[in-house]
């Protein structure tokens, strides 16, 4: 199934998981981005977005709020990070390989998850 939403569109793709949520009874969409040019934040208030399990390979996030950001199992190998306030964002089992923090602050990674 496909989800066309902003300007993105062309590129977002939600996956139906079968699973089922405890009590509700609703299908859980769990979304895949496939971008061929990295998404880019720039002097962005991301707060409180949810990124996990998204391949994000090379994305560019500088500069930005990304206080409370959901990045757990995702895909930031390359990622430009720079300047930006990482407050309680989650990075487990987060692919980090090549991404530069370089300023980057606030931030906290658990070896023991990556």
Do not use: W
Not at 75 to 94: V, Y
Request: charged residues 20%; contains cysteine; proline residues 4%.
């Amino acid at each position: 199934m496909t989800l066309l939403i902003g300007k993105l569109a062309p590129k977002l793709t939600y996956q139906i998981n079968e699973d089922r949520v405890p009590g509700i009874g609703e299908l859980i969409f769990r979304p895949f981005l496939r971008t061929h040019n990295p998404v880019t934040f720039i002097r962005s208030n991301t707060k409180y977005s949810i990124f996990m399990g998204l391949d994000l390979h090379g994305i560019l996030i500088y500069e930005c709020q990304a206080r409370d950001v959901d990045f757990q199992e995702a895909n930031l190998s390359n990622a430009d990070l720079r300047f930006t306030d990482f407050s309680n964002s989650a990075f487990k089992k987060t692919n980090l390989k090549g991404a530069d923090f370089t300023n980057a602050v606030n931030y906290y990674i658990d070896v023991l998850f990556i």
